[in-house]
């Protein structure tokens, strides 16, 4: 059956726009992407000054476009990143397809024709309404659209300033000033550090847990550093987030992140750290590690803390006048500004006229793989709402675009509903389960299930036999595929739309981890596999065994509808 020619409309350039938008092109569809700003480039168009990203170039770049400084990781710069996805707008021809400063204001179903959609667009420029149909919509708005504004009893009473990080530019305009930051998420982390340089007091607000605490950068033991033969460049912590680590069951995080705080404490201890000890202790004394909580992927907050006097509070109670009280009882007076670095709620108010239900308590968690509503089916399907506890978003995204662009030219096809309907509930159940602040960030996901669900779906899983004739015929690609960190060039090694010698050229270039248990991880990664496959949940990557209950709905599936994860329409 020869597929349709879709036309689809994209709404939102950030980078989940442009993969998606990429991989239409590449399937021979048509698409335009929309957006409200005035440049390419998503959240990182509207970051503050000296925003820098918290994942490597391993790890956040796209599978088959990079710099070729897989040899040098390192964390990009917002304004790097932007030009990374500039070159990758360019390298695939999609720039004559990105409209700018035009705002969605709805979709709706064609009247003249019922199967397709009406994009309302307004030109911010111009105010003027124009209609554009599409066959498909996908948006890719991403979750950073609504600010995230919290309310506290007395807050009338406050007569300084009450700002959001979205509208935070430089920590100038907080110079001298006594100021209360709320929440310590990345950005709160970042913006913390940079207040607390310059402000006369400050102290940092956290709302439950704080994330799970990494520099951003590990830097050489004092032992590697008389020894001529290693590498004494400072090298990302992403590194970590490789397969020999994530391959472990998630109820073994705590045992890994307890070892491993002990010894850092003891090197830190050794060479003086104290932001590394007190980040031990801060990570021990809450229980986190990267399995159970998102990540804070950089320690600004801490170096504040140690260096800059800023104090740690619990959740704040209640405001009076100028003074903030909080719940253990402490106050902070003289207040002069409160910075809200409270994240963002989903929204989606163009949807509103198509899925009232979902737009009236959007939770991507109700969507298959983050991305398919039930009953809209390819009709309307959503990309960039899989954030990672650790790893990056960009190549979830990308993920989802390569299986979106197989659904659409009959490559695969979606499950029926009532099987999507169990699956999402059995991811949601493991996402819920394995996070704690799952209620409150609603997209996370724990990146290799994710990452290795989705490449289930499209075909190009590293399964144990993939795995193996990687061994055999190419060592360097396997020791870096498990070793070096998750990203979406594995992905690229085997199955539909491989680029083998690409992704070969770039895993072969990509600096590995150092932490010296990673033969250790790797070792109890297959030990666990194999009692795992042997029927024991305990042992499976999950912990819950969701990977048998998963098998049991696909095995039903196969039987009741006749559908596999790999079905096509011509299948």
């Known amino acids: 059956m020869t597929p349709k020619k879709w ?3 994209i709404i939102g350039a950030g980078a989940s726009g442009l993969v998606n938008l ?27 000054q000296q925003a820098q990203l918290t994942t490597s170039n391993l790890s956040v770049t796209f599978s088959d476009y990079s710099y070729g400084d897989e040899s040098n990781p390192r964390m990009y710069m917002a304004n790097e990143y932007r ?59 991403g979750a950073n659209t609504t600010p995230a504004i919290p309310v506290w009893p007395g807050q009338e009473t406050f007569k300084g300033k009450i700002v959001h990080s979205s509208v935070y530019d430089s920590p100038e305009d907080f110079r001298g000033k006594r100021v209360c930051l709320i929440g310590v998420g990345e950005s709160g982390s ?23 605490v990494v520099q951003r950068y590990q830097m050489p033991t004092p032992s ?6 290693v590498d004494l460049r400072p090298w990302p912590s992403d590194l970590d987030t490789n397969r020999s680590h994530y391959c472990m069951p998630r109820w073994a995080g705590k045992l890994i992140a307890t ?22 202790i801060m990570n021990r004394s809450q229980g986190s590690h990267a399995f159970t909580i998102f990540g804070t992927k950089n320690n600004s907050f801490v170096k504040a803390m140690v260096f800059d006097g800023m104090e740690l509070k619990p959740s704040l109670e209640r405001i009076e006048g100028q003074t903030l009280h909080f719940e253990d009882g402490s106050v902070f007076e003289n207040c002069d500004a409160i910075l809200l670095n409270t994240g963002y709620r989903m929204s989606f108010p163009f949807l509103e006229e198509i899925c009232p239900e979902f737009c009236a308590c959007p939770d991507v968690r109700s969507l298959w793989k983050h991305s398919f509503h039930a009953d809209l089916g390819t009709d309307v399907m959503f990309s960039g709402f899989a954030r990672p506890a650790f790893g990056a978003l ?28 169990k699956l999402t509930e059995l991811e949601a159940e493991q996402e819920m389960w394995q996070f704690t602040s799952a209620k409150r960030v609603k997209g996370l996901v724990d990146f290799l299930i994710y990452m290795d669900g989705m490449a289930d779906i499209i075909g190009c899983y590293l399964n144990f036999w993939r795995m193996l004739h990687l061994l055999v015929t190419s060592p360097r690609t396997w020791y870096s595929v498990n070793f ?59 912990g819950t065994g969701l990977e048998y209950r998963t098998a049991e709905v696909l095995a039903e599936a196969k039987k009741r509808h006749g559908w596999t994860p790999l079905s096509g329409i011509d299948a």
């Open 7 to 9: 036309h689809v409309g």
């Open 22 to 48: 990429k991989s239409l092109l590449e399937k021979n569809f048509t698409g335009e992407c929309w957006e409200m700003q005035g440049d390419l480039g998503g959240v990182y168009l509207s970051t503050y």
């Open 83 to 141: 030009e990374y996805l500039r070159g990758y707008s360019e390298q695939y021809g999609l720039t004559p397809f990105l409209h700018f400063k035009k705002k969605v204001q709805k979709v709706e179903k064609s009247a003249e024709q019922p199967e397709k959609f009406n994009l309302i667009v307004e030109c911010l420029q111009t105010g003027k309404l124009t209609t554009h149909t599409y066959d498909k919509i996908i948006v890719c708005t």
């Open 190 to 212: 970042d913006i913390a550090g940079l207040v607390a340089k310059v402000a006369s007091a400050t102290v940092l607000v956290k709302r439950g847990k704080h994330g799970h």
């Open 224 to 229: 590697e550093s008389t020894t001529a033969s």
């Open 259 to 280: 070892t491993r705080m002990i010894g850092l404490r003891a090197k830190a201890e050794a060479v003086g750290d104290e932001v590394l000890i007190k980040t031990s």
């Open 394 to 421: 960009p190549p979830c995204s990308e993920m989802q675009a390569r299986y979106i662009s197989m659904l659409l030219s009959g490559e695969r096809v979606l499950p029926p509903k009532e099987v999507m309907l």
């Open 484 to 542: 070096s960190p998750i990203g979406g060039v594995q992905y690229r090694l085997y199955g539909p739309d491989a680029k083998v010698e690409y992704a070969k050229k770039a895993l072969g270039a990509s600096i590995c981890t150092k932490f010296p248990d990673r033969f250790f991880l790797m070792g109890w990664s297959w030990f666990f596999w194999v009692f795992g496959k042997l029927g024991i949940f305990f042992c499976t990557r999950s």
